[in-house]
């Protein structure tokens, strides 16, 4: 088990891909903000690559372990200690009854850690998920982000924990985090001629966009597109500003929601469902850059992408979050 001290600034229970298949009844499918950081994780201490681990936002979580286990640190360097000493990131390590684990604050590059143990986090699967969707207060441990004094269980291992110990990755299969995060994505379904100009495209996929300081779990946003990006001056019977259209399904999550002259990244907890145009989707196998995008700091770029690309995309996805990525 694992009791928590300190719940920083956000630290929730996630899986992966999330709680699938509820689009249609206005439920979001949360899920881990980056699944690629906790599916490695998962893999250095013996789980599949969806289990359910801690998702650590911003820093600052500090909790107890009640028992001997193993576990493993991915993601953004939050400088994690044990017992006050130096931790590594993306291998597998022992820890023992009693010990301390501490974060410090979000590394230069990324934003979100993840912390995953032996056999799991044991909290009750909600429609499918182990994962918390924070707006919609369901799912995880108690529908909520972790405060001081809970206490999570840990599930059965998988794999012999003493085998498990030193377990590192191929240095070709650690992730890349920069500044500048380059998003492949596929245009549509609200583009030129009709909802945005061509010149208005253009800009969409070659400017780079700084990300707000507005952005959560639900929506990432950012900078402002010009007006002429739009072809229309309203939204004619779905609204005054030319981003308006009859409401309809959001293809969730990816899709890049044009509000007013704010672009949107509709994510992990975002809407189903709107009456905004969406301009493009990110593919899914880049999505996970999104949650290591850091607010007010970093700035996303599109790149287009065929739908062929996208698909080969996710098939070497699913090979990366295997044990062949193991050294």
């Known amino acids: 088990m694992l009791k928590i001290l300190n719940g920083g600034i956000e630290t929730l229970v996630e899986d992966a891909p999330g709680r699938l298949g509820y689009l249609g009844k206005g439920m979001a499918p949360s899920g881990a903000f980056d699944p690629v950081a906790l599916g490695l994780a998962n893999i250095l201490v013996g789980n599949p690559p969806g289990e359910a681990g801690l998702e650590i936002t911003g820093g600052f979580l500090e909790a107890q372990f009640g028992m001997d286990t193993v576990i493993a640190i991915a993601g953004t360097d939050m400088g994690p200690t044990i017992n006050g000493q130096a931790m590594p990131m993306w291998e597998s390590l022992?820890?023992?009854?009693?010990?301390?684990?501490?974060?410090?604050?979000?590394?230069?590059?990324?934003?979100?850690?993840?912390?995953?143990?032996?056999?799991?986090?044991?909290?009750?699967?909600?429609?499918?998920?182990?994962?918390?969707?924070?707006f919609g207060s369901y799912g995880g441990f108690e529908g909520r982000k972790l405060a001081p004094g809970d206490v999570l269980q840990f599930g059965s291992p998988v794999k012999n924990k003493k085998d498990l110990v030193?377990?590192?990755?191929?240095?070709?299969?650690?992730?890349?985090?920069?500044?500048?995060?380059?998003?492949?994505?596929?245009?549509?379904?609200?583009?030129?001629?009709?909802?945005?100009?061509?010149?208005?495209?253009?800009?969409?996929?070659?400017?780079?966009?700084?990300?707000?300081h507005t952005s959560n779990r639900s929506a990432y946003r950012l900078e402002a597109l010009p007006d002429s990006f739009f072809a229309r001056p309203d939204g004619g019977v779905g609204g005054s500003h030319p981003s308006n259209i009859l409401d309809h399904g959001y293809a969730m999550p990816g899709a890049l929601n044009i509000?007013?002259?704010?672009?949107?990244?509709?994510?992990?907890?975002?809407?189903?469902?709107?009456?905004?145009?969406?301009?493009?989707?990110?593919?899914?196998?880049?999505l996970w850059m999104v949650g290591q995008g850091t607010p007010g700091r970093d700035y996303m770029k599109f790149q287009v992408c065929t739908q062929e690309e996208a698909t080969q995309a996710r098939r070497d996805r699913k090979k990366l979050l295997s044990e062949a990525s193991l050294a």
């Not at 590059?109 to 429609?127: E, H, M, Q, T, W």
Request: glycine share 12%; charged share 20%.
């Open 94 to 134: 022992a820890v023992k009854e009693g010990d301390v684990i501490k974060f410090s604050h979000i590394g230069e590059y990324g934003f979100r850690s993840y912390l995953a143990v032996s056999g799991g986090i044991d909290v009750p699967p909600y429609l499918g998920s182990k994962s918390t969707c924070i």
């Open 166 to 212: 030193g377990g590192k990755l191929k240095k070709e299969a650690l992730p890349v985090y920069p500044r500048e995060w380059i998003l492949r994505a596929v245009p549509g379904p609200n583009t030129s001629p009709d909802y945005a100009t061509e010149e208005g495209m253009d800009y969409l996929f070659s400017h780079s966009f700084k990300v707000q």
């Open 259 to 286: 509000c007013g002259n704010t672009p949107v990244l509709l994510i992990a907890d975002g809407p189903t469902l709107g009456g905004y145009m969406c301009a493009l989707s990110v593919i899914n196998a880049d």
